[in-house]
T-cell receptor, first 112, second 115 residues
């Protein structure tokens, strides 16, 4: 298993600003993922972030809007740039280990 | 990935078994059935996965039909803390490149356990 923490747990941000979300894992993992969960909706994968390579983004998500860093095997950041109210969501990171994915508690973002 | 179909919601009495069905009629031979749940305001939690044999762990049992077109997640003695959204996902563990590890979440089943 893996224990994942995220910072911040929640934030309220103004339109046009950016927020960087941190994800820390208690063990070294190769594969890390970032998901978004809009209010009342299911989870949608934003991108896959493997250490040592560029993040791979899903359709509808672009690097300029959601830049991701993966400096080592236990840490990653997701930045939500130039925010609008439509970016209000829960953002979750997850890691893959032994064919199981473990999720962080999420960051609840509200954009006003 | 193949799509799954789950009932929108289900109810269960505390202490009874909760049986959550999932249809995945277009599942391919390489795709596994995974179950996750999401308790309110928390990240999803892995429950169990299987290919074609029935599986059991400390949380639940997974029953997969012989033709693999459907499965049932069984919580043997449901408690109030099992109230959550349950997601059935099919996943190809042999997928390479950018497809590996990708989980496609549907809307899931809202399970409500009543006292």
């Amino acid at each position: 298993s893996a224990v994942i923490s995220q910072k911040p747990s929640r934030d309220i941000c103004q339109r046009g600003t950016s927020l960087t979300i941190q994800c820390q894992v208690d063990s070294q993992v190769t594969m890390m993922f970032w998901y978004r969960q809009q209010p009342g909706q299911s989870l949608t994968l934003i991108a896959t972030a493997n250490q040592g390579s560029e993040a791979t983004y899903e359709s509808g998500f672009v690097i300029d809007k959601f830049p991701i860093s993966r400096p080592n095997l236990t840490f990653s950041t997701l930045t939500v740039s130039n925010m609008s109210p439509e970016d209000s969501s829960i953002y979750l990171c997850s890691v893959e280990t032994d064919y199981e994915q473990y999720f962080g508690p999420g960051t609840r973002l509200t954009v006003t | 990935d193949a799509k799954t179909t789950q009932p929108t919601s289900m109810d269960c009495a505390e202490g009874r078994a909760a049986n959550l069905p999932c249809n995945h009629s277009t599942i391919s031979g390489n795709e596994y059935v995974y179950w996750y749940r999401q308790i309110h305001s928390q990240g999803p939690q892995y429950i169990i996965h299987g290919l074609k044999n029935n599986e059991t762990n400390e949380m639940a049992s997974l029953i997969i039909t012989e033709d693999r077109k459907s499965s049932t997640l069984i919580l043997p003695h449901a408690t109030l803390r099992d109230t959550a959204v349950y997601y059935c996902i099919v996943r190809d563990l042999n997928a390479g490149g950018t497809s590996y590890g990708k989980l496609t979440f549907g809307q899931g089943t809202i399970l409500t356990v009543h006292p």
